[in-house]
């Protein structure tokens, strides 16, 4: 199989991480990238030069997800995973699992929210685009849990164990595509778990939590399912160069085992943002309450308190 515009996919001299980290730039996501830094840096010096603040961890969530995302598409990990199931997979997971979480924790529509000028009345500028977006009745179905499972489930075993990946695998474009697909698929998942930005659906921390569990399993099973099989499973894969010295079927349970690892890694750390994110609105809550109190004289509490002394009233 030919995989032009990838590099000499088919002369790969035998994988190490030196040769897999060399610069070999994808140019649609090199200059996806790019843009994402470029307007993402844009938003963050306009808030300053206006004297509002943006937190630096933020800041630093994004970029580090826009650097995964040029990690493995703008390297030589790039070429090799044309090539070699595990490379690939190591791909499909970053892109789709960390990456991700990254650029959320980055609260990029929050941004962008806050940074964005409003247009004039009666006219729609890049912001109230944006607000129709986040509130239109599509946005309310691909951020669904009763979508985003499904389709996050769907998007391993539909493409792998059918001809379609092997379609897509054929050409350029259709690589490109499926690693798009693989990003967007883990955006509309994470993103209202997440819940740093906006959303059409924000439920409660524990609902949440469900959720992200609801997934992990399948997951999980995909990978053991790779891990165990006697036989190569994917056709792009199953004759791998010779120069890479490799067994396709010991690269395939190889690549069972990242897939594996993959949905306990990301699902470790989303958990800890939930909980941190749980713990600090209640700190909120508590803390509003607590403003209230002060505020009123804690009227509740005075109220309470002569409930009580009406019924020390009566009973006497």
Not at 29 to 46: D, K, P, Q, S, T
Not at 116 to 140: D, F
Not at 170 to 192: D, E, N, R, Y
Request: with cysteine.
């Amino acid at each position: 199989m030919d995989h032009s515009g990838h590099g000499m996919t088919m002369d790969l001299p035998p994988f190490t991480l030196g040769r897999g980290l060399a610069w070999s730039a994808d140019p649609f996501f090199l200059i996806a990238c790019l843009l994402g830094l470029a307007l993402y840096g844009w938003g963050v010096v306009r808030l300053t030069r206006r004297g509002d603040k943006w937190p630096v961890g933020r800041t630093v969530a994004f970029v580090t997800g826009v650097l995964s995302i040029g990690l493995v598409m703008c390297t030589k990990l790039n070429d090799y995973g044309m090539v070699m199931f595990s490379v690939h997979m190591v791909q499909h997971m970053m892109i789709s699992m960390v990456s991700p979480i990254l650029l959320l924790l980055g609260a990029p529509i929050t941004l962008a929210l806050r940074a964005l000028p409003t247009a004039g009345r009666g006219r729609k500028g890049p912001r109230e685009l944006l607000l129709m977006l986040l509130h239109s009745r599509y946005m309310r179905v691909i951020t669904h849990f009763a979508f985003t499972i499904p389709l996050f489930i769907a998007s391993l075993y539909a493409l792998y164990f059918t001809p379609l990946f092997d379609f897509l695998m054929g050409s350029q474009t259709g690589h490109i595509a499926m690693m798009v697909h693989f990003l967007a698929v883990g955006v509309v998942f994470f993103w209202p778990i997440m819940g740093v930005d906006p959303g059409p659906h924000r439920p409660g921390h524990l609902m949440r939590i469900l959720e992200l569990f609801a997934g992990m399993p399948f997951h999980a099973f995909f990978g053991i399912a790779l891990m165990m099989a006697s036989s190569p499973m994917v056709e792009t894969f199953r004759n791998p160069p010779a120069s890479l010295g490799i067994d396709a079927l010991s690269d395939q349970n190889a690549a069972g085992g990242i897939a594996w690892a993959f949905s306990e890694v990301p699902s470790v750390l989303v958990l800890l943002a939930l909980l941190f994110q749980w713990y600090a609105s209640e700190e909120r809550q508590a803390r509003r309450t607590d403003r209230a109190a002060d505020r009123d004289g804690d009227k509740e509490l005075e109220a309470y308190n002569a409930y009580l002394a009406s019924l020390n009233t009566r009973g006497g």
